[in-house]
Nanobody, 122 residues
Framework: QVQLVQSGGGLVQPGGSLRLSCAAS????????IGWFRQAPGKEREGVSCMRNIGGRTYYADSVKGRFTFSKDNAKNTVYLEMNNLTPDDTGVYYC???????????????WGQGTQVTVSP
């Protein structure tokens, strides 16, 4: 089973940028997808951006389109989430995840990183 180790995150002012990293034991899964999710206090975990392992089709939640970019470095077995023009609504714990599904729904992912806090505040 793939293992995921996250890094990045922290405190940033509105309008700022952060990059999250997720190092995987392998990205050569041959099926399913890998993605980024976030969970704000009192809210359900939501899909932010997910990429299918076959074909590379990438999904972005409407709330982050044009501001967040999902990328993958196969040589480093690492995926990234570049987050720009951050707002307080982006605050939450961010997780990377891998799973056999093809959509960006948390219940389709069975392997999770440890999570990292992102706080957007003046």
């Amino acid at each position: 089973q793939v293992q995921l180790v996250q890094s990045g995150g922290g405190l940033v002012q509105p309008g700022g940028s952060l990059r999250l990293s997720c190092a995987a034991s392998t990205l050569d899964l041959g099926y399913g997808a890998i993605g980024w999710f976030r969970q704000a206090p009192g809210k359900e975990r939501e899909g932010v951006s997910c990429m299918r392992n076959i074909g590379g089709r990438t999904y972005y939640a409407d709330s982050v389109k044009g501001r967040f970019t999902f990328s993958k470095d196969n040589a480093k077995n690492t995926v990234y989430l570049e987050m720009n023009n951050l707002t307080p609504d982006d605050t939450g714990v961010y997780y990377c995840a891998a799973g056999p599904g093809r959509r960006c729904y948390a219940d389709e992912y069975d392997t999770w990183g440890q999570g990292t806090q992102v706080t957007v505040s003046p």
